[in-house]
C-alpha cells in the first residue's frame, strides 16, 4: 500500500486519531475513582487498569506514526504495517471516544463532578505532553507565519508556568460565607478561601477584642482552603463576629512568605434556645445543591440548621468539602445561624475523607448538643456495607469506629428530658444488627423520642410493611423515626422539625413546593 494512497496514514487521520485518543485517555483516566465499577463489566485485559493501558498503547502508536509520517521523506513509502497499524489505531480511537461520551453521559451530575476535578488534578501532565508533542512534531514542520507564531506562544506558557513558581497567578479570597458548627463543646466558625492560608475569627466580648486563629498545637494552620476557629459559645451567641485569612504562599524553617489578608463583612450569629425552635433539615444533596435550594425555599424560615450528609460522591479533594458543604452550608445560614453536622457514608470515602473532620472543626462526629430545651444526641454511622467491601479498597476500619461510639453511647448523659437522636443511617450500624440493637437500647435507656435521619432517598416514617423496620417499631414503640428525602434523580425532598414543648412537627417538601409530609407528635 502507498503512503499516499493509504487513507489512515494521511495527516488529517492521524491528527484526528491523536486528538481523540488523547482525550479519550486523559477522561477515562480521571473515572478512576469509579474503576471498580466497572470491573464486573471488563472481564479481560486486566480490568479497567488494562483498557488504560491499551489507551496508552494505541496513543504511543499514533504518535510513532505521526513523527515517521512528518519527518520520513515522501520519497520513501511507510512499509504496509504502518497503514493497518494506522488503520488500528484510528479505530479504536473512535471506539474510545464513543466509549468514554457514554461513560459521561451514563455517569450522571454528581460523578462528573468529581470527573472535572480529577481533570484538574492531572490537567499539568496533560499540558506538558501536549507541549512536548506540539514542540518535537509539529513546530519543526509548520512553515511561514504559523511557526513563530507558536513558538511564541509555547514560550509565553513556559514563562508563566515558571511564574507561577515563584508568585501565584489565582487571586485571593473568601469564597463563602461562614457555616457556624455546633461541636458540642464550642462553636467551630469553619469558611474557605480560593487558596492556601490562615483562618481567623474577630469578635468583641465583655468590651475585649479578640482575633481568634485556627492553630494546632500553638501553631497557625496554614496548609488548607478550608479554615475552622473553635470560639466559646458565651463568646459567639448571639454576637457579632468577622472571618479572614491571610494568604501563606511557602512556609519556610526561618520566617514565610505571606500574602495579602482578607476580612469578611460583620455578622451575628443567633441562636434561639427557646421553648419553640425550627430547625431546616437535609440530607443526601449529592452535588444537587440547585434542587435542594429549590425545595428550602417553600419551606421559609428557620432558626438552625442539621446537614444530615452525603453532599457528594466522596471526598476525594478538599474542593468537594467546600463547594458541597461549606459553601452550601454558608448559602443556607448565611453565617448566621448554628449548623449541627452529621457525616454520611459518603464522607467516609476518598483521599480527603479521613482529614474531613479536623477541617470542619471536629475531634469525634458522635457528641450531643443542647440547645435550651432540647438535647441532640448526634451519631455517626459511618459505612452502609462490611469494612472489607470492594468498594472501600481496603481503607475502612469502621466497625471499630461504632463499636467505640456505642460503648459511648451507654454511658451518654443528656441535660434535657426532650432527646432528638441524629443518625445519617436510622439503624446506626447498619452492618452490624448487634451494634445497631445495643445502639437502640441506648436511646430506649436515655429517653430519646425521635430518631431523625436520611441515607435511603425517600421522605417517610419507619414502615410496619418493611421486616426490619417492623422489629424496631415494636421493640421501641415509644420511638418515633423519620427518615429525611433527599435527592432522588433530579427532584429533592427537603424537611423542617418544628419543636414546641408539647411536641415535634415533621414537615417535607420538594422543588415544586408540594407538601409531602406534614405530621406531628407529642413529647
Known sequence: MKQKGSFFLRLPVLIAAFVLMTAAA??????????VFYEPNIGFLGGSMGLFLIALGVLAVTLVLLALRLYRSSEKPLPKICAVLGGVAFVLSVLFAVAIVAIIYISGHETNQALLLYLKKDLPVILLFLAAVLS????????????????VLLAVCLALGALSLVFPLKPFRLVSDPVV????EDYAVVFATSAQGTGFVEYNFDGTDYTVYAQIDGRRIGDRLIHSVHVPYT???????????????????????????????TYTLSVNEGRAQTYLVISDWHTYVKQAKQAIFHLGEYDAVVMLGDPAPGMDFEEEAVEYIVRFGGDLTGGEIPVIYVRGNHETRGAFA???PSYLGYDKLYYTVDRGPYSFLVLDSGEDKNDDHVEYGGMDDYRVNREEMVNWLEKAEVKTDKLIVLSHA??????EPELSRKAWDAFSALGARFVVSGHMHVCRFLSEENEQEKAYLDAYPDITTYIDGGHRGDSYIASKLTLTQSGARFEAVNQNGEVVVDETFPW
Open 26 to 35: 486523559s477522561v477515562y483516566r480521571a473515572y478512576r475513582m469509579v474503576w
Open 136 to 151: 518535537l512534531l509539529v513546530l519543526p514542520n509548520l512553515r511561514g507565519k504559523a511557526k513563530p507564531v507558536l513558538a
Open 181 to 184: 458548627m455546633d461541636t458540642g
Open 235 to 265: 463568646h459567639l451567641k448571639n454576637n457579632r463576629y468577622k472571618v479572614g485569612s491571610t494568604r501563606v504562599i511557602e512556609e519556610y524553617s526561618y520566617g514565610s512568605r505571606l500574602g495579602k489578608t482578607v476580612t469578611s463583612d
Open 354 to 356: 479521613d482529614q474531613l
Open 426 to 431: 436510622w439503624q446506626v450500624s447498619e452492618p
